[in-house]
């Protein structure tokens, strides 16, 4: 029964490191796909000359803080906007009474980090092009994208503690549970020490317990966690469209693997030898 509990409680500690595993994926795609919705857009006048727009555009590529960059002429902002209201009978009348293309070519500015926008609007302020300038829409997006990155920097942060708390936790349940299993083996102990059994085969037996305990429990947890991963995995994409769990773990499976091996046996071994050295006097 010790045995057995022992199993149960490792295969709660390695389902948390999986679970947290699993959860790192689905937030890691959650912040990715928040941050490719943020970018800041710079429109040019109508009369602006594409030559001087692509010459913005390549000085602009130079500058470290800017990832990458989209051109969106007149023509192709009006096609956009056509495809997407083509069914609106009124949004098309109106579009047909201007008589001209209404829209302004533009450039479509993604950074690496929130803080670095401001520099890029920065950059037109000082540029010598801001004649040909409409607008940027940095202020009026500021808000939304110190937003955005602030829930990741939450969600990177909250992921780095919880992953001490699970390891804390780990160590302490292995290391009562094997202060358990030696006092419940205190009067084998006795018996092999008066025959005078050595140290280290009166230590073995619990570590290697341990040990087993940590690959039978690894099994458990992946005979739960792989048919689980693959009946939320449509549920899940309601929330995270981008992201499938079951494929994610498919595809980390050596990964995942690697590291319940190295929880779950790691934590087993050294738990195991720091309870053994201190409540087995020998």
Known sequence: MLSVATIFVMVLTISLVTSFFLLQGISNSLISS??????????F??????????????????????????????????DTFVEKHKDD????????????????????????????????SNFFENSTSKDILEKIDYFQRKPLIDKV???????????????????????????????????????????????GASNWFIRGPFIVQGMISSLLSILITLVIFIPLSYFLSPKLT???PDFNLFAFLVSNFGTLLLLQILVGIGIGFFSSLIAIRRYLQV
Do not use: C
């Open 34 to 43: 928040l941050e490719e919705k943020v970018d800041v857009s710079v429109y």
């Open 45 to 78: 006048k109508k009369d602006a000359p594409e030559e001087e727009i692509t010459k913005i555009e390549d000085e602009l590529l130079r500058i470290p803080e800017v990832k990458n960059i989209d051109y969106i002429s007149r023509q192709q902002a009006l």
């Open 89 to 120: 009978a009124q949004m098309m009348e109106s579009l047909k009474e201007i008589g001209e293309n209404p829209f302004f070519a533009s450039l479509n500015i993604k950074a690496w980090q929130a803080n670095q926008y401001e520099a890029v």
């Open 149 to 195: 990155f602030s829930i990741s920097s939450f969600l990177k942060k909250f992921g780095i503690g919880a992953a001490i708390v699970l390891g804390i936790l780990a160590v302490l349940v292995t290391f009562n549970t094997i202060k358990l299993a030696i006092f419940n083996h205190r009067e084998e102990i006795s018996v092999m020490r008066l025959v």
């Open 238 to 240: 309601i929330i995270v």
